[in-house]
């Protein structure tokens, strides 16, 4: 069961008292999903590093830890000392930490917990063997390898290679092992590429004590996953509209709604509720409208402004009435994280608490 | 000059000195642009009351009414009791209120300084009357018409009439006017459709003080303001990429940059930035791309996940190297200052101070 030691106290009993729009998480759901995925990881013999960019709530990435994951993942320095003040002792930033702002606040992390993190280039393990050894301290890197998510990564395992030797030799610094983000059903062709540049590490005489790979909507799927030694999820934790798209969640799966009230009904096919891209975001992720109606499955939010989302109506039968409040499930749950200070917890109707999003705004 | 009292010292002194990502605003720009507007204000008769959701800041709402404001437009009731807590006192909410929690705190808005709301429906005015009413107040309602935005709004001259009659005949409220949102573009059918509803009212004996448009986009066109007394511009204080393309502003109008690092160069075509859609957002507003780079003309921001944005360099001569910097002007400025708790206010390339973004976050 979830620890809920700096949730905060609220007046509201059930759904019915809250005010909207409002972020609604529902800790059934989330414990359920956290469990599945661990069970799965142990018969797997998978070590599980949930990525917290999801929830950014210490409670969660405590019981993501006490349910069995080996550590959480960021991708913002920010963020890991967030985590790292709420007790979190085993991090991966997995990002290219770049500067002397960001550098010297990776040398604090790594004095009072385990931190690793990537580089795909020469030039971040330059600025990181520098700042690692004048601290004095050795810090784990490993090599980001663009499996075909086309973001950041080396381009071959050659290129792998090359830059393990690089770590291998710099100073303050360790070789990691592969990290990888493949891109949604691009498994098996990352798979090849991961399998391959552990050989070559291999027999260049390196260790390749980690390789991991990451992303909700696969992680359900074998295929690929055979030299893989530990997997970053993020969004199973609440899940959301895109991955009920992809037949990776149901919808019973999803934990995180935004209840809306009906603001306005100007015609017959048309509602306004009071949450538009400031509580939902822009993010389509390839689907059709910004989220779905859960009340009114025919409904369809055909457009955002910043504080308004405009449900067009004119597929449904049943219509709401202005002050008629409905849940609203996101395409992308977890930019909507990041764009509350607090979260509504609940277990079913009944409001448990509320929390700030102890990591939310962390962009540096 | 924007009076900072309670901005924050730092100790960069140019923007090299700036970690990244950064959400940098030029003061002198900010004031150019304040000021330009208030003039063409002054010049046409027309009460300004600048949408404050864009900054979200109280030295610029301050300023605004320094420079010659009448008050300030907010979307969201937790907007206003920020910039009321600072003092401001004439406030328009152009929303439609509904529920307890938000009528209670309306009431209290209401009785520290000028308050007024809108409504498009008889419910909004129920409730809005009877929190009223109960609390010995009298709150200006204004009636929002749908002249084409095809968002909240009364949808015909006569309905304008009938929920103005409404409200005249509600306890606790008083007529406010006519309130619209014109669609970019869309000044001329909205001038015909609130010179209708203005004569209507006017017959029925009804004084229509206020006829309030709004909308950066239009706001140095003239026609169709011959009606209109009062303007709500909010994104012009700031400008961005969206108002370049349609001509509305010029680039060096563009008060705020998002500074970021170049923090991998995976291919000779790619460039990876540490601005993503958690600093940028995802909207589009129909343009091509998720923002301008602007030492770089021709790059293209071709996708953004949440921390990295993924820039497409082939068509550019000179490339940017790992480590560079580079601003990003956003393609919509507004949500960029819902998504960080801290903005950087600069003259040029001097850093002058930091400044929470006061009224960052208040959905409800």
Redesign the interface.
């Known amino acids: 069961v979830i620890d809920l030691t700096n949730a905060r106290a609220t007046d509201a009993r059930t759904l019915a008292d809250l ?4 972020v609604v998480i529902d800790l059934d759901i989330v414990e359920r999903n956290v469990l599945r995925w661990q069970e799965r990881c142990d018969r797997l013999g998978l070590a599980n590093r949930p990525h917290i ?1 999801t929830h950014k709530l210490v409670p969660l990435a405590r019981h993501q830890i006490a349910t069995g994951a080996c550590g959480i993942t960021c ?2 320095i920010a963020e890991a000392e967030v985590m790292a003040d709420a007790g979190v002792d085993d991090i991966f930033i997995t ?2 930490i ?2 002397g ?2 550098l010297s606040r990776v040398a604090g992390l790594a004095r009072r917990c385990r931190i690793a993190v990537v580089a ?2 020469e ?2 393990i330059e ?1 990181l063997s520098a700042a690692m050894a004048a601290a004095g301290l050795k810090l784990d890197v490993a090599v980001e390898c ?1 499996t075909g998510g ?6 071959t395992p050659a290129s792998a290679l090359a830059l393990a030797q690089v770590i291998d030799r710099a100073p303050g610094l360790r070789f990691g092992g592969l990290m990888t983000y493949p891109p949604a059903g691009g498994r098996i062709l990352s798979a090849a590429f991961l399998a391959e540049a552990t050989d070559l590490c291999r027999r260049a005489g390196l260790a390749v004590d980690t390789v991991s790979s990451g992303g909700t909507p696969d992680m359900w799927i074998d295929d690929g996953l055979e030299r893989v030694t530990e997997y970053r999820a993020g969004t199973y934790v609440y899940n959301d509209r895109s991955l009920v798209a992809r037949g990776t969640a149901r919808s019973e799966d999803c934990a995180l709604t935004v209840l809306t ?1 009906v ?5 017959s096919d ?1 509602a ?1 509720v ?2 538009g ?3 939902l ?4 992720l390839g689907l059709e409208g910004y989220g779905a109606v859960r009340q009114f499955e025919a409904a369809r939010i055909a457009a955002l ?4 989302g ?1 449900i067009d109506l004119s597929a449904c039968e049943d219509r709401p ?3 008629e409040r409905v849940h609203i499930l996101p395409n992308h749950v ?2 909507v994280s ?4 607090t979260v509504v917890l609940v277990r079913g109707d009944e409001v448990v608490a509320l929390h700030t999003v102890d990591a939310r ?1 962390c ?2």
Chains 1, 2 share one sequence.
């Not at 086309?150 to 381009?155: F, I, L």
């Not at 990041?338 to 200070?341: F, K, P, Q």
């Open positions: 005010d909207t729009p409002s960019k991708q913002k990002n290219n770049l500067g702002h960001k795909d280039g030039t971040v600025g663009d086309r973001r950041c990564g080396v381009q009230t603001v306005s009904r100007p015609t048309r306004i009071d949450a891209s400031k509580s975001t822009s993010d389509l402004s910043e504080e308004h405009h009435a202005v002050g977890c930019p990041n764009l509350v200070d705004g962009v540096q």
